[in-house]
């Protein structure tokens, strides 16, 4: 087939009307199953109407829950009610993922409020001096929401957290409310007091969606994304099946059924079935691995390999010292310095939360309790993964030489 009629035949879809839709960003204009939780937020943040500061909301719940859709559901209706009303009220969102460093995100909070920061070459207690004096000459309600803060914490503290949960105290007619969301429900715990005190002055859990509740939103979204008669009737229930196994995750599920729908239209089939659904999961499942493995930074993939050599490529478990003797070795190997235990411990608990491995603590008697790892995410994957970085070679040379099998490895 020519690159032409390529192009023609995906000019006009067989398979989607709207794609969109089933896009991750798409924020629809009904949030099914979270009807008590928008109401809440609602609540929440209803004060700002009035032109009083709304308390600060920590959100906290599993990946594919809701929580950032709802929040921007609420944030956008809020923000249309508040022009009618002659309210000043503005919301800012940052992703923490992909703005990872109190610099960035302390610049896109200013860019928001039209403040002209440098890419680079100030402190970041410049940005901030420069935020507050920009806040200090504005009125009305501003409402900061941090998406993912865990990853701020975990990399740099909660220093600039602390700051802007405090920042009213320096402002003078404008106001500032933060809502903080995250994935892990453990990340709560290890705030500082004071922040949690200053952050937390209202709190949600937002509950995993079941199978049937997956259905309804898959359901919903369908009748706007495909055309007319092509899906099969037991495409939805799959997809809703085979995410609601993995915490309820509707971006799961959603990223499915689009997946779906484009491999149908790739191979030029007229109707998206189940072998479709379960071609997309081994392709969602590869790309997501890969993705999340590349972006790791050099320790994290070092420790990475280690868990891959020490478990023999996943072929058993192992504990968190056997994996730190490894790191130790492969960090000699490449020649940099090597972190502490207490932090690799701290990368093998991240590496938990992005459901690359799994961890379990056991219990060995008198001698104590001990944590076991189990590679989660297919180690072929994860292998070639950390073969795009170069400076890894002479590590994974030793990786599969020593603790891979013959047929995974990969110049066999």
């Known amino acids: 087939m020519s690159i032409d009629e390529i192009f023609k035949r995906m000019l006009k879809s067989k398979i989607f009307r709207n794609r969109k839709v089933l896009m991750p960003d798409y924020i629809p204009k009904e949030l099914p199953h979270r009807e008590r939780e928008i109401e809440r937020i609602a609540i929440t943040l209803a004060p700002a109407l009035r032109k009083d500061r709304p308390n600060n909301l920590f959100i906290y ?4 829950t809701g929580k950032t859709a709802a929040v921007k559901y609420v944030l956008s209706r809020l ?26 995100i302390l610049t896109d909070i200013a860019t928001e409020l039209n403040v002209r920061v440098p890419f680079t070459g100030l402190s970041t207690g410049e940005v901030f001096g420069r935020l507050v004096s920009k806040l200090k000459e504005l009125n009305g309600i501003y409402i ?15 220093d600039v957290l602390y700051k802007l949960t405090r920042i009213n105290e320096l402002l003078n007619r404008a106001k500032v409310s933060i809502i903080g969301i995250t994935n892990s429900v453990k990340f709560v715990e290890s705030l500082d007091p004071r922040v949690r005190s200053s952050l937390g002055e209202e709190e949600m859990v937002f509950p995993p969606y079941n199978a049937e509740q997956l ?23 799959l997809c809703a099946a085979l995410a609601a196994r993995e915490h309820g995750d509707a971006r799961r599920a959603l990223d499915l059924l689009r997946v779906a729908g484009e491999i149908a239209e790739r191979m030029g089939d007229s109707k998206v079935r189940k072998k479709h ?15 999340v493995v590349r972006s790791l930074p050099l320790h994290s993939k070092l420790v990475l390999a280690s868990i891959l050599a020490a478990s023999g490529g996943g072929r058993i478990n192992v504990t968190t010292g056997e994996i730190y003797e490894w790191y130790k070795r492969v960090v000699g190997i490449i020649g940099i310095e090597k972190v502490t235990f207490r932090r690799v411990s701290g990368i093998i608990g991240e590496l ?14 008198r001698y104590g309790k001990t944590r076991m790892i189990v590679i989660a995410a297919d180690p072929k994957t994860i292998f070639s993964s950390l073969e795009e970085d170069p400076m890894l070679d002479p590590v994974l040379d030793i990786v599969e030489q020593e603790a891979l099998p013959k047929d995974e490895r990969r110049r066999i």
């Open 79 to 104: 923000e249309s009610k508040s022009s009618e009303l002659g309210a000043n009220v503005k919301s800012i969102y940052v992703n923490i993922r992909h703005r990872d460093t109190p610099y960035r």
């Open 277 to 291: 659904v379960m071609v997309a999961r081994e392709e969602i499942e590869r790309d997501r691995v890969g993705d």
């Open 61 to 64: 719940g599993l990946t594919g």
């Open 144 to 158: 900061i929401v941090l998406d993912e803060i865990d990853f701020l914490i975990r990399k740099h503290g909660d």
């Open 352 to 365: 938990d939360m992005l459901g690359i491995i799994q961890t379990r603590v056991i219990s060995r008697g």
């Open 215 to 237: 259905k309804d939103i898959l359901g919903q979204r369908a009748k706007i994304a495909f055309r007319e008669n092509v899906l099969d009737t037991e495409v939805i229930p």
